[in-house]
């Protein structure tokens, strides 16, 4: 049996795969002790899962602007210290990372204690820290295609996001049952990441009204801090009763998914991998601000497979007609739904587990020296 500290706080985009490995760490006899962040969003959701451990730890974002960069040095080396006590506590086999602030201070803490260190990228621009951490890594793994220059090719693998194992397809008719929506009918889910998107939430809302006219019923997922829980009956053209729902935060993401014949979202890593192990089409309008502009890379990726269509958020305007083409055209949204399951044919969890197991059973011969 090995163990391991996980370190994938900060998003859900970091957090929902370190979950995913911790569970099939313990399902194979292995322990894992997941590192998050002392934000609100790693504390919903690490709620859901009382049987892993979880160890909040210090530590804040980069930013360039001169105070909230200093708050993120101080934080980073209080973090740094937690690390470092944490390992000679828990004296793990081996460090993972899935990138973010939380990152640096257990991965430079786990090469200080020579520990083999893994990183995991699931953007197709790899972000900041996986960038500098990555020379000091025993393992990277990699989107398909992808490849950093510091990262030999003998440390790098390409897995792509290991999906939580209850992220799974179910009958759409019974998860729009389940969710309280009306299984006869059209179901478009906005969906803007664990942080919810503004423009998306202005858009659900300013369309409301047409997207009922048609027989559409809404779900936006709005994000925590995004008003409160709301649901509206509302009315077809024809008089039929309609619902439509605003809610901060879902933690029932695979009803939902496999409730939707379409999904509007953000075209973050952890979305687009739950969009494909649901077999959901969608529209993605990727964060413009994004870092290193990623989810444009995701998004513009995602539409090469087939499985959906890019549209700015500079041109929302053109969203409505796309959302009505698309959700009423049943041949074409089997089109996507079959390339969507052609892309998940690759189980990545199962083969970062065994590369795990590897890994740390022969740590020394196969990590690098540290430069």
């Known amino acids: 049996m090995s163990r391991f500290l996980i370190s994938c706080g900060g998003t859900g985009g970091h957090l929902a795969p370190g979950i995913s490995l911790a569970e099939g760490l313990l399902a194979r006899g292995h322990s894992a002790t997941l590192l998050i962040s002392q934000k609100k969003v790693d504390a919903r959701l ?41 390992i000679r506590t828990e004296s793990p086999d081996g460090i993972v990372g899935f990138g973010g602030f939380t990152s640096a201070p257990a991965v430079l803490a786990g090469r200080m204690a020579g520990l083999p260190v893994m990183l995991h990228e699931s953007n197709r621009v790899p972000g900041l820290a996986i960038r500098t951490l990555g020379r000091f890594a025993t393992r990277v793994y990699l989107p398909p295609g992808i ?8 440390a790098t693998r390409h897995a792509g996001l290991p999906v939580r194992r209850e992220i ?23 969906f803007g990441g664990s942080q919810g998107a ?19 019923q809404l779900c936006c997922v709005t994000g925590p801090g995004k008003g409160e829980p709301e649901t509206l009956a509302l009315k077809t053209k024809t008089g039929a009763p309609l619902r439509a729902m605003f809610i901060p935060f879902s933690d029932r993401v695979a009803e939902l998914l496999s409730a939707a014949d379409l999904v509007v979202s953000r075209a973050g890593a952890g979305t687009l991998a739950e969009l494909v192990r649901c077999e959901t089409p969608a529209i993605l309008i990727p964060f413009p601000h994004a870092a290193d502009d990623h989810q444009r890379a995701n998004a513009s990726f995602f539409e090469r497979q087939g499985a959906g269509i890019v549209v700015e958020q500079t041109n929302l305007a053109r969203l409505r007609a796309e959302v009505f083409d698309l959700i009423f055209n049943d041949g074409l949204l089997r089109k996507f739904r079959g390339n969507l399951r052609r892309m ?21 011969s196969l990590a690098p020296a540290v430069i």
């Open 46 to 86: 690490s709620e859901k899962y009382p049987q892993l451990r979880f160890a909040r730890m210090p530590g804040t974002g980069f930013a360039w602007q001169p105070a909230q960069l200093a708050r993120c040095i101080v934080s980073q080396f209080r973090a740094f210290h937690f690390c470092r006590a944490l």
């Open 147 to 154: 490849r950093i220059d510091s990262v030999t090719a003998t």
């Open 168 to 190: 799974v397809r179910i009958p759409a008719e019974s998860a729009r049952a389940a969710l309280g929506f009306d299984p006869a009918q059209k179901l478009l889910v906005i």
């Open 198 to 216: 503004s423009a998306l939430n202005g858009w659900a809302r300013e369309h409301l009204a047409a997207l009922a006219a048609e027989g559409v």
């Open 344 to 364: 998940d044919r690759e189980n990545s969890l199962e083969v970062m587990l065994r590369d795990l197991e590897q890994l740390t059973a022969f740590p020394a």
